[in-house]
């Protein structure tokens, strides 16, 4: 019903930069909060920045002052700009989004399929 498609990991040197995208697809009726999580090796799932559809964020505060959430909710796409990126930030990168489906009152979470971020020291 709904896709959650990412774009933008890869390999980058400590101090660099790269900019994330997730776009929604599918029987929307609305998006609420929408954000991203990681998961390194060996290590559980973490919140790293989400926004609602209001825009107020949230960080982690391994990630503050580093990092930036955005959204297009005209395009019901969710950013995150990763600056001075250390080897620490390794991780699989995961979008999230709580969805309002079609006609449905109710909200569901929809997890995107997750891109690799690789800091090279």
């Known amino acids: 019903q709904v896709q959650l498609v990412e774009s933008g990991g890869g390999l980058v040197q400590a101090g660099g930069s790269l900019r994330l995208s997730c776009a929604a697809s599918?029987?929307?009726?609305?998006?609420?909060?929408m954000g991203w999580y990681r998961q390194a090796p060996g290590k559980q799932r973490e919140l790293v920045a989400a926004?609602?559809?209001?825009?107020?964020?949230k960080y982690a505060d391994s990630v503050k002052g580093r990092f930036t959430i955005s959204r297009d909710n005209a395009k019901n796409t969710v950013y995150l700009q990763m600056n001075s990126l250390k080897p620490e930030d390794t991780a699989v990168y995961y979008c999230?989004?709580?969805?309002?489906?079609?006609?449905?009152?109710?909200?569901?979470?929809?997890w995107g399929q997750g891109t690799q971020v690789t800091v090279s020291s």
């Open positions: 926004i609602t559809s209001g825009g107020s964020t």
């Open positions: 999230n989004a709580v969805v309002r489906v079609g006609a449905s009152p109710y909200e569901y979470e929809y």
């Open positions: 599918g029987s929307i009726f609305s998006v609420n909060t």
